[in-house]
């Protein structure tokens, strides 16, 4: 009965909020903004799947999108359809390396684009990454008689409004969903506490770090060991572009032979962040990933700038200490699982809350720490790089963590291929 209600409200809220998206997307349009990504796509005309039906898996962004990339494989090598819908051109665009027979964006949640979608798609499964938590997506599974599955799921506790939305969405809608893998048994109370039975939910572990464990292993590169130490800072925005580069600065007067190699988050602003570079040292754009001659560019130059897409995990193996972009400026940070898999300690600063999980583990195993403002990275910098066997010992810690870990979650996913093989 709760699902009926939902989804005849939700249908009757979307016709009412109709006008409004439209005028949103003209206006976007007008102002030269990137909207639609595929249109026709986005109103359901994604590639037909002709053949044997397929599962279905869907991540948002480019991080989620990554995260599925060995297990996609694995499926896939055993001789399963994929088809891969994604939220963003950039998950899109990484996504062309997966092993997957079609791939899309996926369609706005109207009911009718997604009744298309369902019809040309043919799933067998469905499986949703973290939380990209549709209601017609879902509805219509549900309808199709598709069986839908929660694969790395998290949901941060919440309060007032946003509190009873959840918990409307978890009695409407989650609580159809066959099962949800959480990343940790906090985020598997939270769904059963707001209404998802407590057999529909099943702690799975972080698939990200299954991910970078499995990505590390078929790279079968060591980690390099230059004459002197090599700062990477990850992942960063302009806005906080200048504390990474001042705290760099002032390390090279204390350690003469420090390296850095800085990777933009977005390569819009690299003109703007190699400029910031060359105003304090020697620098380098490195513009594909690092070859046998990597190494002497790395010795000949200060500081090395990530200038393409898909080079930062190599990138780790010449690393010695990482710092985590978008956690000095109000963004929430990005992906601490790959230099801990690289045997990396971490610095992360005060605006952490989207790898908030992995900073806690790495901070039990005291390979992780949060340093406040850009005084506090650079003290902390110093610290380590005063005391190598401390900052070994420390990545060491990171590494062992990470693969058991990693060890745990693959476990659990053998068990889901077998599920989702026979569905």
């Not at 209600?5 to 005028?23: H, N, S």
């Not at 990693?406 to 659990?412: D, G, I, P, Q, T």
Request: aromatic share 12%; charged share 15%.
């Amino acid at each position: 009965m709760m699902f009926i209600l939902f989804f005849i409200g939700y249908q009757m809220l979307q016709l009412l909020a109709l006008p409004g998206v439209v005028a949103f997307f003209i206006l976007r349009t007008y102002k030269g903004k990137q909207t639609f990504g595929n249109v026709a796509h986005r109103f359901g005309f994604v590639p037909r799947n002709t053949g044997t039906p397929s599962i279905w898996f869907h991540a948002v962004s480019i991080g989620e999108t990554l995260a599925t990339e060995y297990f996609i494989h694995d499926l896939a090598t055993s001789g399963q359809k994929i088809y891969l819908t994604s939220g963003t051109a950039g998950a899109v665009q990484v996504s062309k390396q997966f092993s997957v027979t079609y791939r899309a964006y996926l369609p706005f949640d109207f009911l009718p684009c997604m009744l298309l979608a369902f019809w040309r798609i043919k799933p067998k499964a469905l499986v949703i990454i973290e939380g990209d938590w549709w209601p017609n997506l879902i509805m219509v599974a549900k309808l199709f008689r598709v069986p839908v599955y929660g694969l790395n799921a998290r949901v941060t506790a919440r309060t007032g409004w946003r509190k009873l939305l959840f918990k409307i969405m978890c009695l409407g809608v989650l609580c159809t969903i066959k099962q949800i893998f959480t990343q940790s048994d906090q985020h598997a109370q939270i769904f059963v506490d707001n209404g998802v039975p407590i057999n529909a939910v099943q702690r799975l572990g972080n698939i990200k770090a299954y991910n970078v464990w499995a990505k590390r292993k078929a790279l079968n590169i060591i980690a390099k060991a230059p004459l002197y130490k090599v700062i990477m800072a990850g992942s960063i925005h302009p806005g906080e572009a200048a504390i990474f580069f001042d705290c760099y600065a002032s390390l090279k007067k204390q350690f003469p032979a420090l390296k850095l190699i800085v990777v933009p988050r977005h390569l819009d602003w690299l003109e703007q962040c190699t400029a910031m570079a060359k105003e304090i040292g020697n620098t380098y754009v490195l513009r594909s990933k690092p070859d046998a001659a990597f190494a002497a560019t790395l010795d000949n130059h200060d500081i090395i700038i990530g200038g393409a897409l898909g080079i930062m995990f190599e990138l780790y193996a010449y690393a010695s200490l990482f710092h985590l972009g978008g956690t000095f400026v109000p963004i929430g940070g990005h992906n601490l699982l790959e230099p801990a898999i690289w045997g990396i300690a971490s610095i992360v600063g005060p605006h952490h809350h989207a790898c908030v999980d992995t900073l806690q583990n790495l901070e039990r195993v005291q390979a992780g720490s949060v340093a406040l403002d850009g005084k506090a990275l650079l003290e902390q910098s110093a610290q380590y790089l005063a005391d190598p066997a401390t900052l070994a010992a420390a990545g060491v810690r990171a590494a062992l963590w990470l693969a058991a870990d990693a060890n745990r979650c693959s476990e659990a996913l053998q068990r889901f291929a077998t599920t989702l093989r026979s569905s």
